[in-house]
């Protein structure tokens, strides 16, 4: 009897803190979208009041922010530049942790663990020299900066799917070998459909954090081609440093939608693919 009104008094303290962090994550996004509906006056002066009365602006925001920012062409190179970029980090990544495992010599233990470490070393502290050997291979454009963002992308991709591979049964791989099949078709038709949760939660991570990102966009393609963030940024700022916060909301808005779709609708492979990618063997 006492263990089982311990129980409830421990669920119920679970489930208030799991309310209480949901509110805290969700109100800044309704904050956000609340704002976006409001003249650009009341939302510096009256960020927490609902819009209503002389606040309320309907879709002018949207449709300001829409003209202005070039948010449509924006939009498009963003789709461009994260789809392509997370299709590039799967399928090489994939295949780089696949042969690291697999294959049991002093350089693939090397490589490993310098992919390893890439993970712990901060943008900022490399962003500089990146910039300048980016301009000097000519790859500061939409198609070269996809392949930076390998790069910077190879390091946690590489050590989940590392993990993964690890599980995978060596048996299954040598059964496809005296099919006929050469590596290339073991690798895409045995092992990587059993890669499945963690190239989605990958995807997730990878896409979540290009579509996103503002440093790097803005370091490699900077005002000529302008992703989401650095549209937004830009065509937000005004004369004298004022800013058209109402027409900043509204687009923060429209950015996160297509990402918080995308989530939504994979987010029930995140947790089973961060599980296998980082305790499997």
Do not use: H
Not at 55 to 60: A, C, D, Q, R, S
Not at 91 to 105: F, H
């Amino acid at each position: 009897m006492i263990n089982e009104k311990k129980s409830k008094i421990e669920n119920y303290i679970f489930y208030t803190l799991l309310i209480f962090l949901t509110i805290v994550f969700i109100f800044p996004i309704l904050l956000v979208l609340m704002n976006s509906f409001k003249s650009r006056l009341y939302v510096s002066t009256q960020p927490f009041a609902w819009p209503s009365g002389n606040m309320f602006v309907g879709m002018e925001n949207y449709i300001n922010g829409l003209t202005t920012s070039g948010f449509f062409f924006s939009f498009l190179r963003s789709v461009f530049i994260s789809v392509f970029s997370v299709l590039l980090i799967i399928v090489c990544t994939s295949m780089t942790a696949w042969y690291l495992i697999r294959v049991k010599n002093k350089m693939t233990k090397v490589l490993y663990y310098v992919f390893v470490f890439s993970m712990i070393v901060p943008f900022q502290m490399v962003m500089y020299t990146m910039t300048f050997m980016v301009t000097s291979l000519y790859f500061d454009n939409v198609v070269g900066i996809i392949l930076v963002y390998l790069g910077f992308g190879a390091g946690l991709s590489v050590f989940m799917f590392a993990g993964f591979v690890k599980g995978v049964p060596l048996e299954v791989e040598e059964a496809a070998t005296i099919d006929g099949c050469n590596p290339l078709q073991t690798f895409f038709m045995i092992v990587f459909p059993m890669l499945k949760p963690t190239a989605i939660t990958v995807a997730i991570l990878n896409a979540m954090w290009i579509w996103n990102d503002y440093l790097l966009p803005y370091l490699i393609l900077g005002s000529d081609n302008k992703t989401v963030p650095v549209a937004i940024q830009l065509a937000m700022q005004g004369a004298y440093g004022s800013t058209d916060y109402g027409g900043f909301m509204a687009m923060l808005v429209l950015s996160i939608i297509p990402i918080i779709i995308f989530y939504i609708s994979s987010q029930k492979y995140i947790i089973k693919g961060v599980i296998a990618g980082a305790v499997k063997g």
